[in-house]
C-alpha cells in the first residue's frame, strides 16, 4: 500500500491558479494509477482528473475542468500535480488524491488516498 500526502491547497480570488501536489511514500509508485477527487459542501465526492502509470502517463479529466486543470507526475519525485488555472468559485472543494495499481485511469474504487486539501476560491 502506498501512503498519500496531498498539499498546496488555499485561498484565492477568481481566476487565479493554485498548484496541488501529491506525495507518495511505501510503495512502487510508478505502478500506481492516480487521481484526483473533491468535495464540495453537501455534496458527492467527483472525479477531477486522472494518470495512468509512469509507463503511459495517459489522462483523463472531468468535463467541468477540462482546459483549466492539468495532472502530471513526476516519478522520480512519487509526486503527481493539478495546476489549477482560471479558477472558479465553483471549485471551491476539499481536494484528495487517490492511487491504485492500474493500467487504466478507474474513475472510482481506489485504495489508497491522502488527507484531502482545502481550495477557497473567492469572487
Known amino acids: 500500500q502506498v501512503q498519500l500526502g496531498e498539499s498546496g491547497g488555499g485561498l484565492v480570488q477568481a481566476g487565479g491558479s493554485l498548484r496541488l501536489s501529491c506525495a507518495a511514500s511505501?510503495?512502487?509508485?510508478?505502478?500506481?494509477?492516480v487521481a484526483w477527487f473533491r468535495q464540495a459542501p453537501g455534496k458527492e465526492r467527483e472525479f477531477v482528473a486522472g494518470?495512468?502509470?509512469?509507463?503511459?502517463?495517459?489522462?483523463y479529466y472531468a468535463d467541468f475542468v477540462k482546459g483549466r486543470f492539468t495532472i502530471s507526475r513526476d516519478d522520480a519525485k512519487d509526486t503527481v500535480y493539478l495546476q489549477m488555472n482560471s479558477l472558479k468559485p465553483e471549485d471551491t472543494a476539499v481536494y484528495y488524491c487517490?492511487?491504485?495499481?492500474?493500467?487504466?485511469?478507474?474513475?472510482?474504487?481506489?485504495?489508497?488516498w491522502g488527507q484531502g486539501t482545502q481550495v477557497t476560491v473567492s469572487s
Open positions: 487517490a492511487a491504485k495499481v492500474d493500467y487504466s485511469i478507474p474513475l472510482n474504487n481506489y485504495d489508497n
Open positions: 511505501g510503495g512502487t509508485f510508478g505502478r500506481y494509477a
Open positions: 494518470i495512468s502509470w509512469s509507463g503511459a502517463r495517459n489522462t
